[in-house]
């Protein structure tokens, strides 16, 4: 099994900054994706960013310049950096990552979810 842990969300103002981590422990072989997906009241989770294990990051259109993921590999954590915050960032948000254990089997998990809210 395979846990991930988020933290850093909370309260910011419009055009501030917050950092979102999240760790994954646990039967890991390796973390192949790790991302980060949002859901706001009332809409479905959706795509924020993601960087796999060799390659380049990947966002949504909607974040594109203001948000930054980052990895430290040797940890499986994963980091969102979002800057230049607006209102409609508000939402949970949710680390993911594509993992494969040491018995060889590649599963999706979730973490429990942060709460972003972004208000003046």
């Known amino acids: 099994q395979v846990q991930l842990v988020e933290s850093g969300g909370g309260l910011v103002q419009p055009g501030g900054s917050l950092r979102l981590s999240c760790a994954a422990s646990?039967?890991?072989?390796?973390?192949?994706?790790m991302g980060w997906y949002r859901q706001a009241p009332g809409k479905q989770r959706e795509f924020v960013a993601s960087?796999?294990?060799?390659?380049?990051?990947n966002y949504a259109d909607s974040v594109k310049g203001r948000f930054t993921i980052s990895r430290d590999i040797a940890e499986d954590t994963v980091y969102l950096q979002m800057s230049i915050v607006k209102p409609e960032d508000t939402a949970v948000y949710y680390c993911?990552?594509?993992?494969?254990?040491?018995?060889?089997?590649?599963?999706?998990?979730w973490g429990q979810g942060t709460q972003v809210t972004v208000s003046s």
């Open positions: 646990g039967n890991i072989l390796s973390v192949n994706v």
């Open positions: 960087m796999p294990s060799e390659g380049r990051a």
């Open positions: 993911n990552a594509d993992v494969t254990s040491w018995g060889y089997n590649r599963e999706d998990y």
